[in-house]
């Protein structure tokens, strides 16, 4: 909507007359803007290019600042996935946590949000207080973690997606967007004979999809990145999200584990293509999602700053 | 005034006893049960497990029956030197952030805002956006390639200048810069989309009256842009503030490395060291309850404030 009116309303305002200054600083600002974007992708280009840059061509252009390959090649992915099968194992481990994760994640902040957003339930805001406290409140790390351990968790999948399951942040931000569903809507349903539940599933879900593309891409996008929750809670690599086995490949000290039983280990290329490939391989997922919830999540951010 | 009327539609059942009441809505009660537990078992129970911090934790009686050591925990913390050094560190990094990044994204989201251009403001959001989805385990290690003292980008440059080489990543008067600098870099496009909703809100008259009278693009920024976004400033001031003692965890530990701790480390990667890496955990549950305890006065302090300026700026 306030598109439309910027759209109408700027060419009236270009018709009286543009001022020398105005194009003067159009050239300066879309200047800056050009190099903000630069900036923002040159380290990107960097890891693109010499993930494709064969191990020849890596070693004739170290003295360049960046440089495209003459030759492409995936050589450098196939070796990451010809060693053994750690690589493919933590990209497993990441699809499934991120999946499964987000899926209970939504599901538990969707069944939370609702109720709270209704305000003539009795007791809600009581409620609400004891989810809101754990926002102000950090239990802190050590504590977590021996409560956690206790549940006996450590070394298996659960430990990546239960500790953090529910995000009192996303959920406020889902029951804002519930609050503003008119009542009158789901009066309707359950005149009609709609239960709570199936208000919920066939009315009140359907006009969500924004909201839950917003908090199902946030959910998605912290478990895809999340690193510290396995160094905490798992101790078998064979479990480690691509995460962690990333970090651990950049203090390189896996580099020569994903060599073991290695039939190109010979051919072995440097470091920084091997660093280069495994960055792409866990980053160009999630850039490929976000920029089609750009609009949702946008709205997500905005809501959740409105109210708190 | 719709909703008041539903209220007291509702209302009118407000004389049968309570428990008819919560019977009628059992199914939203029953909703709120996984979230309920949740929160009890994996933040309340840590909550109270914050008891350890007056224990001496012994492995096999766990947090809850262990003895119990008093304030020892505490004292041996403020005694120690290491106290000062992560303080210092927490407070300056997260001043610093606040400092140099805070005002980036208002700046950034003033020039997006000028774009008339819809595509090319599309796509400038679009990148600018793009390092927040990234972890920061993937910017630890382009942020070291690109700071790299042999074959990073900028110090070939500094080559090419005739420059000498600077180690960034490892050099301690350096190192608190590429902190504040990759998180300025990851997050100004994020930031920005607040102010850029705040901006689009501003009524798009005021601008078609001020250019009738005359104004210039820069009056304009200052007499009508500015003051319409002020209160979002503020708020988004306050809550930095109010988070304060969260100088950026996951940024810390996946950059920093042994010849920096001196003015990197801060308090939280100081509790994991010390808490899970030398299982320590009575004492590094102290540390973590007294930051837990300082950050929670700031957050509610700043929130309070925050709520007070919102109604006097909107209002």
């Known amino acids: 909507m306030v598109d439309s009116i910027k759209r109408t309303g700027r060419p009236a305002r270009n018709k009286i007359r543009t001022r020398r200054g105005d194009r003067i600083f159009a050239v300066i600002n879309y200047t800056i803007l050009v190099l903000v974007a630069f900036v923002t992708l040159f380290p990107f280009l960097d890891v693109v290019f010499t993930s494709i840059t064969p191990t020849e061509e890596i070693v004739l252009n170290a003295k360049k600042i960046i440089a495209a390959p003459q030759h492409p090649t995936f050589s450098h992915y196939r070796y990451i996935f010809s060693g053994n099968r750690q690589m493919i194992n933590s990209m497993i481990i990441t699809v499934i946590r991120t999946s499964v994760g987000t899926l209970l994640s939504l599901v538990i902040t969707a069944l939370t949000a609702y109720p709270l957003s209704k305000r003539y339930l009795p007791g809600v805001n009581g409620i609400m207080k004891v989810f809101f406290f754990t926002m102000i409140f950090y239990g802190g790390m050590i504590p977590t973690f021996l409560v956690v351990k206790s549940y006996r968790m450590v070394d298996t999948i659960w430990a990546l997606i239960i500790p953090e399951m529910l995000s009192v942040y996303n959920m406020i931000i889902m029951r804002t967007f519930f609050r503003s569903i008119p009542d009158e809507l789901e009066e309707a349903a359950r005149i009609d004979g709609c239960s709570d539940v199936k208000t919920l599933v066939k009315i009140v879900l359907p006009l969500s999809m924004p909201v839950l593309a917003s908090i199902g891409l946030f959910y998605a996008v912290w478990h895809w990145n999340a690193f510290f929750d396995a160094v905490l809670y798992i101790t078998d690599r064979n479990l480690w999200p691509l995460q962690t086995l990333l970090r651990e490949i950049l203090l390189s000290t896996s580099i020569s584990e994903l060599q073991q039983g290695n039939l190109l280990a010979d051919s072995m290329p440097p470091s920084s293509a091997v660093i280069a490939a495994s960055i792409m391989i866990s980053t160009v997922p999630i850039v490929c999602v976000y920029p089609f919830l750009q609009k949702h999540f946008v709205k997500g951010v905005m809501v959740g700053s409105v109210k708190g | 005034m719709v909703k008041t009327a539903k209220i007291a539609q509702r209302n009118v059942g407000k004389k049968s006893p309570l428990w008819s009441r919560v019977s009628k809505y059992k199914f939203l009660y029953l909703m709120l049960v996984p979230g309920l537990i949740y929160v009890v078992l994996f933040k309340y129970l840590p909550i109270a497990g914050n008891m350890i911090a007056f224990k001496e934790y012994k492995i096999f009686q766990g947090i809850w029956g262990s003895p119990w050591c008093g304030l020892d925990n505490f004292i041996r913390l403020f005694e120690s030197d ?29 020039l997006i805002n000028e774009v008339n251009n819809t595509a090319f403001k599309r796509t400038v959001q679009t990148i600018a956006y793009l390092p927040h989805f990234i972890s920061w385990v993937v910017i630890a290690s382009l942020a070291s390639s690109l700071l790299s003292p042999t074959d990073g980008a900028i110090n070939m440059l500094r080559a090419d200048l005739g420059l000498d080489p600077i180690f960034f990543m490892g050099d301690s008067r350096y190192f608190r810069s590429v902190l504040v600098l990759s998180d300025i870099w990851k997050e100004m496009g994020w930031s920005a989309i607040i102010y850029l909703a705040a901006l689009a809100g501003i009524p798009q008259d005021m601008y078609e009256a001020a250019t009738i009278d005359g104004a210039s693009k820069l009056q304009k920024l200052v007499f009508i842009t500015l003051p319409s976004i002020v209160p979002t400033i503020i708020i988004m001031l306050l809550l930095r503030v109010g988070g ?7 940024q810390v530990f996946t950059m920093y490395n042994t010849a920096v701790y001196d003015v990197a480390d801060i308090i939280d990667t100081y509790v994991y060291r010390i808490g899970i890496v030398q299982t320590q955990y009575g004492f590094s549950a102290a540390v973590g309850l007294f930051k837990s305890v300082i950050a929670c006065i700031m957050v509610v302090s700043c929130n309070w404030i925050a709520g007070k300026a919102d109604q006097e700026t909107l209002f």
């Open chain 2, 82 to 110: 290491n106290f000062y050094v992560i303080m210092r560190n927490t407070l300056l990094i997260s001043f610093y952030k606040i400092l140099i990044g805070f005002p980036v994204p208002i700046v950034l989201a003033l």
């Open chain 2, 244 to 250: 304060i003692l969260n100088a950026g965890f996951e």
